[in-house]
């Protein structure tokens, strides 16, 4: 009987009928949903993303530049660079004030020919039949104009379509070419050869996008990326980090003001994941901050996303210095909290203001209608809540709607979180962030860690989470693990009013920190189990919490199930969303108060794995994705067989 049920599950449409012989084959577990009454309203920044710049997630990820070190601001100037020939590195009279370098090509005396190439971020990626827009600042160092050869090259050394780009005259100026590859090569190279003998030229911020962007926006995002992050439909993005919002040291910490304005004048910072781990250093990571601030306001907004900016709150990162040296004193924390403020009138300003102006002048005169400001990352100790204080005193005053949040610093328990949250229930944050790498059995235990949590105090912001397991692969497993423990934020939706898995994107070749949600290399995603929880809950977030129990409890692992269930009022639907992390089929019979007499037509998805450690990968990318079917159910109590390790969201129609 067992199987013919599994049998009929499996097909289409089905009749899905009560069984009264349950107790014959397995423990007949109720599960009650109370439609009558729905509960908390689910905040639209329920289910969120947070990006950092990791794993190579900006620069040779979601930022589409392919060139690596266009400015020659690299510590080593030419790194990324092969040069051949006469080629030398000079700042004086440059292009760009706050990237003076630039690199001289002469072709006087050697027989060799003078040139450059760039190999990208672990190759160039281009695709059969695309253009490929490429650009310079140049100038002559003669009168004589320069003729330089511009080159798509594949990794098997075959010139794909060059171009001629002739400088002319002593001032910069900015040269265009627009090349097309003839086939697909996710290691190609762009090459620029000095065409004839006698000439030199001087030329900086050496670029090459693909035409085809996010939106055909002209140095813009990796249009694949972004569709990933766009097809969760977030209500929320969090950036740009992170430690990298800290800095190793105060004067590394990120600056959202260095990151607005042309491109091109947007000094380089190195990026801390550089050398962080001594076992996955990457000495060619820097931020070339072309993904900047308004880069990302207007990602959340084309995304559908509550923008959450995190600003540095005087303090670098507490992991890497233990003591205060590296923070700035209290007494001199005005600039740092002038740039909060600022950032708020650069975000909604009039375009009368300073920053508005700015804001207009990038191409967005209307306002992104910022509404949260995170003032640090993972702080913890005194020193935090002493210098969060004033950032909060002064955006109070002068923009009382902006809603704050605080940290409760690394951890998820233990003495420094609670008082980091004595601290911020004090200071009247408006939301916590708490962050937790956890492996798969807190996960499980944790189901019902918010249940006892104030709806009175500051809400939860559960900024960065991830089930880590040993194979610290982004597992089918590890997926499961995050989908019950997610039933418990739904749950709580009175209290938690935030998430983001973390990290989000990690380039295959060059990442530092897994598992992550979203993998790619320089011409494919893969989107992991992870990613597809997120996005059935995203997706399917209702509007209100509807009260859902077994034997008048929660369901946080009794029987191994983990349950939640909303309603959306502006659809009707009822959703129920349950995860089986036993090893054994669970047949549940769900009781729905004040649902529809049936039949009723629902959507189930099923995700589930043969194995616990399947994961997605390049060579099958969607080994582990969920199955969509069409049922009908008999109407307010109805039973479900629940595959072993399995998550499934049912979304019941109205009549
Ligand atoms: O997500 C990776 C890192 O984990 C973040 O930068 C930091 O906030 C946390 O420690």
């Not at 950036?239 to 919002?245: A, D, K, N, Q, Y």
């Not at 804001?359 to 967005?364: A, E, L, Q, V, Y």
């Not at 089918?476 to 994107?505: D, I, K, Q, S, W």
Request: proline share 6%; hydrophobic share 35%.
């Amino acid at each position: 009987m067992k199987n013919t049920m599994m049998r009929i599950l499996r097909t289409g449409m089905v009749l899905l009928v009560w069984f009264p012989f349950l107790g014959a084959f397995g423990q007949e577990i109720t599960i009650d949903v109370d439609a009558r009454k729905p509960g908390a309203p689910i905040q639209p920044t329920m289910w969120g993303l947070f990006f950092e710049d990791i794993n190579f997630g900006a620069d040779g990820g979601l930022y589409a530049e392919l060139i690596k070190n266009r400015s020659f601001e690299f510590d080593n100037r030419l790194m990324g660079w092969e040069s051949f020939g006469e080629v030398s590195i000079h700042e004086d009279n440059p292009c760009f004030d706050r990237n003076p370098r630039y690199v001289r090509l002469s072709y006087t005396t050697e027989l060799n020919a003078t040139g450059l190439e760039n190999r990208g971020f672990s190759g160039i990626g281009l695709k059969a039949g695309e253009k490929y827009l490429f650009s310079l600042y140049g100038r002559t160092s003669g009168e004589a104009p320069v003729v330089l050869l511009v080159q798509l090259v594949s990794r098997s050394n075959v010139i794909l379509n060059a171009k001629e780009i002739t400088i002319t005259g002593q001032e910069w100026q900015k040269y265009e070419a627009e090349l097309t590859s003839p086939l697909t090569d996710a290691q190609a190279r762009l090459r620029i050869l000095v065409k004839a003998r006698g000439s030199s030229a001087d030329l900086d911020h050496i670029s090459l996008f693909p035409a085809k962007t996010w939106k055909n926006r002209p140095g813009g995002l990796r249009e694949d990326l972004v569709q990933a992050l766009a097809d969760i439909k977030p209500g929320l993005f969090r950036f740009p980090g992170g430690c990298i919002v800290e800095g190793t040291t105060i004067d590394t910490r990120y600056q959202w003001k260095n990151t607005v304005g042309p491109v091109e004048n947007r000094p380089l910072n190195i990026n801390r994941w550089n050398y962080t781990f001594a076992h996955r250093r990457f000495p060619d990571y820097y931020q070339s901050l072309g993904l900047g601030f308004y880069e990302y306001f207007l990602l959340s907004e084309e995304i559908g996303a509550e923008p959450l900016p995190v600003l540095n709150c005087g303090m670098s990162c507490q992991f890497e210095n233990n003591d205060d040296h590296q923070h700035c004193k209290v007494e001199n924390l005005e600039p740092y909290i002038r740039d909060a403020l600022d950032l708020v009138e650069f975000a909604n300003g009039p375009v009368t203001s300073h920053w508005g102006k700015l804001r207009s002048d990038m191409g967005h005169p209307a306002p992104f209608n910022l509404k949260y400001i995170a003032i640090g990352n993972e702080q913890w100790g005194e020193l935090y809540p002493e210098r969060l204080g004033p950032f909060i005193d002064a955006l109070r005053a002068r923009y009382p709607d902006i809603r704050i949040v605080g940290s409760s610093g690394p951890y998820p328990d233990g003495k420094e979180f609670d008082y980091g949250w004595q601290e911020m229930r004090r200071l009247k944050a408006d939301l916590v962030d708490e962050h937790y790498y956890r492996p798969p059995e807190w996960f499980l235990a944790n189901a019902a860690r918010y249940d006892r949590y104030d709806p009175q105090g500051p809400k939860v912001f559960a900024g960065e989470y991830a089930c880590h397991t040993p194979s610290r692969k982004n597992s089918f497993e590890a997926a499961l693990c995050e989908a019950a423990f997610m039933t418990g934020l739904e749950r709580n939706a009175a209290v938690v009013h935030m998430t983001a898995y973390a990290p989000l994107f990690a380039h295959y070749d060059n990442w530092q920190w897994r598992p992550d949600l979203i993998w790619f290399d320089n011409l494919n995603v893969v989107k992991t189990p992870s990613w597809y929880v997120q996005q059935l809950f995203s997706t399917r977030k209702g509007t209100h919490v509807l009260t859902t129990t077994s034997g008048e409890k929660p369901l946080t692992g009794q029987n191994g199930l983990y349950a939640s269930s909303v309603t959306d009022k502006k659809t009707g639907e009822i959703i129920l969303k349950i995860a089986n992390t036993s090893p054994e089929t669970r047949n549940v019979t769900y009781r729905i108060r004040g649902g529809e007499k049936g039949p009723l037509t629902a959507e189930r998805y099923l995700l589930t794995s043969p194995g616990k450690e399947d994961e997605n990968t390049l060579a099958e990318p969607l080994s582990v994705v969920p199955r969509k079917e069409e049922i009908t159910l008999t109407g307010q109590e109805f039973t479900l067989s629940l595959e072993p390790a399995s998550f499934q969201v049912f979304v019941i129609h109205p009549k």
